[in-house]
């Protein structure tokens, strides 16, 4: 996002900033309702949570890279788990050197790998790559927070045997006379399951009714093609339906979101249809009844632009040929 008309932005800035001020002093007195430290990392002594958000369950994009040419980070890895999201107001009169260093040493000290880092400087327009970050993390944040003066970044990982750990840490000064910090901690997990019971019946129905039927119980790592076990179950019904079913042949069409190269996708999609006839495969199912195939994102059944639509659209789907 680039700023191109610098005089109205200004006008802007002063304008959000006279709206915080009334309440400015309250916020960093007070956490909002509800909000605590995450577990793994505290808080900056003196510090106040304006922004707490907790999912069970959520996708995350962690920028791992500068912007390129067209204003789309050159690295980045998308990850699914329990995602943490808190914005603090730093006590004022403590740099935003001071306040970097010491979560970065936290962050060290806890075991964590620093994956990338960057300073405002290092990035060259701080602005842009900060508006990215803001429109990246999915969330009711204040994108002024971010923006002007002195910027940091700060992405690692934690490898934990029950499952890795993700951080990032974007602080700012921004408009404000304090650092503004904003904590994200992914918890890389399964997905959990067994919410939504697949059957065989229901699947002929489908098929016999439209000819194809979509399939959300077959489960993959972000950006694998490994079936994971939890996906048994649904392996089973669908191996049940083409036992009772002995003439039915099958396109199994694998389906992901927009996230990524198309190219990437479609190579994905592809691999992901491959395993699950693999798959199928050790309940006595003939291969030759399945023709595995990968669209990517070429067919959506939802709009993308939010994770209830992205994950619609990651899907199997059986088609009668």
């Not at 304006?50 to 980070?73: A, C, Q, R, T």
């Not at 790998?113 to 993390?137: P, Q």
């Not at 993308?304 to 789907?317: I, M």
Request: proline share 4%.
């Amino acid at each position: 996002m680039k700023i191109k008309n610098k005089k109205v932005f200004g006008l802007l800035g002063v304008f959000v900033f006279v709206m915080l001020a009334t309440n400015m002093v309250f916020a960093q007195e007070e956490d909002v309702e509800g909000s605590k430290d995450h577990p793994l990392i505290s808080r900056f002594p003196g510090s106040s949570i304006s922004y707490y958000d907790v999912k069970e369950f959520d996708e995350y994009v962690l920028p791992l890279g500068k912007l390129d040419k067209d204003g789309k980070l050159t690295k980045s890895q998308k990850l699914e788990g329990k995602v943490t999201q808190i914005t603090y107001y730093a006590p004022e009169g403590r740099s935003i050197l001071e306040v970097y260093r010491n979560y970065e040493l936290a962050i060290k000290k806890a075991g964590f790998e620093t994956l990338f880092s960057v300073t405002s400087k290092e990035l060259g327009d701080w602005n842009e790559w900060a508006g990215v970050f803001a429109n990246a993390i999915r969330r009711a944040s204040s994108l002024d927070a971010y923006l002007g003066g002195e910027g940091r970044y700060l992405a690692a990982k934690l490898t934990r045997p029950e499952g890795d750990v993700y951080v990032a840490l974007c602080m700012a000064v921004g408009w404000y006379s304090h650092a503004v910090v904003q904590l994200d901690v992914i918890e890389v997990k399964p997905m959990e399951t067994g919410l939504v019971t697949v059957n065989a019946e229901a699947l002929a129905k489908d098929i016999a009714k439209t000819g194809h039927v979509a399939v959300y119980g077959i489960y993959f790592d972000t950006g694998k093609a490994d079936v994971k076990p939890e996906s048994e179950p649904t392996l089973k019904e669908i191996a049940k339906l083409l036992q009772q079913s002995p003439k039915l042949q099958l396109f199994v069409v694998g389906h992901t979101d927009n996230v990524g190269t198309l190219n990437s996708n479609m190579e994905l999609s592809k691999l992901r249809a491959e395993a699950v006839v693999k798959a199928l495969g050790r309940y006595g199912i003939d291969a030759k009844r399945l023709h595995p195939v990968g669209v990517g994102p070429l067919s959506p059944v939802s709009s993308n632009k939010t994770e209830e639509g992205r994950a619609k659209n990651r899907r199997v789907e059986l088609v009668e040929q």
